[in-house]
């Protein structure tokens, strides 16, 4: 199966501009996009391209309060989201709806070889439904 391009949005709290160009330094040739909070986060929604996997860079309260309004919105709820998370997040993190998670800090390397994995699974392998 092709590889298709995807429509990544990278939330992050703090500087999200550092993982977009990591993963852009890494190869990655999909469509990159950033959000700072819930708010920016629902707004990506009626965007075009709308996003159709979410990287979450957040932690605590503010990473379950995005979860949280992603997996209660109908169109949301059936995008995948990836937390880059602390170990004592995952867990909640996953009660929440999250899709999966990556273990903080990874490298440049494994984020982008972990994206690629999560991409070619959910778009090449399974199917998921529109968004």
Known sequence: MAHRKINLLIVSS???SAIKQTLQDAGVKDTLSQASDKDAVMGSLSQSPKPNLILLDMTGQDLFAV???L???AEARKIPVVVLATAPDTEKSYELGASSFILRPPNS???ARALSLFKKYWYDIVEIPAV
């Open 71 to 73: 997996k209660s919105n």
């Open 14 to 16: 703090k500087d999200g």
């Open 67 to 69: 979860l949280r309004e």
């Open 109 to 111: 390397a494994d984020l």
